[in-house]
């Protein structure tokens, strides 16, 4: 599987972005699909999740309300709508596929996921 993440850019605090992960290869909607992101200088962490149905997600309380993620399997991608973008959200947001989808609050550590994309930067701006 790989992964090609874009949608990033420049943006005003409190503006919205959509971020896109295309996926290639047959088995895309078998898997659990993720959001991380890193921040200058901080660790990777985790966004939000979705299952491979799109039925369930969960997200990291920092985005809950703000953030949605969604999936197109007849498209191969997975979405990530960002909404009333904060300074604190500029980061690189890299997506990740889960061969083995688990229960979506326990897919919080990047261990769950077996392939990455390349990432795609977002920075807000005051």
């Known amino acids: 599987v790989q992964l090609q993440a874009s949608g990033g850019g420049l943006v005003q605090a409190g503006g919205s972005l959509r971020l896109s992960c295309a996926a290639s290869?047959?088995?895309?909607?078998?898997?659990?699909m993720g959001w991380f992101r890193q921040a200058p200088g901080k660790e990777r962490e985790f966004v939000a999740v979705?299952?491979?149905?799109?039925?369930?997600?969960y997200y990291d309380d920092s985005v809950k309300g703000g953030f949605t993620i969604s999936r197109d399997n007849a498209k191969n991608t997975v979405y990530l709508q960002m909404n009333s973008l904060k300074l604190e959200d500029t980061a690189v947001y890299y997506c990740a596929a889960a061969l083995f989808s688990s229960i979506v609050d326990q897919m919080r550590g990047e261990h769950e996921y077996d392939y990455w994309g390349q990432g795609t930067l977002v920075t807000v701006s005051s």
């Open positions: 979705i299952n491979w149905s799109g039925e369930y997600t």
């Open positions: 290869g047959p088995t895309f909607s078998r898997h659990g």
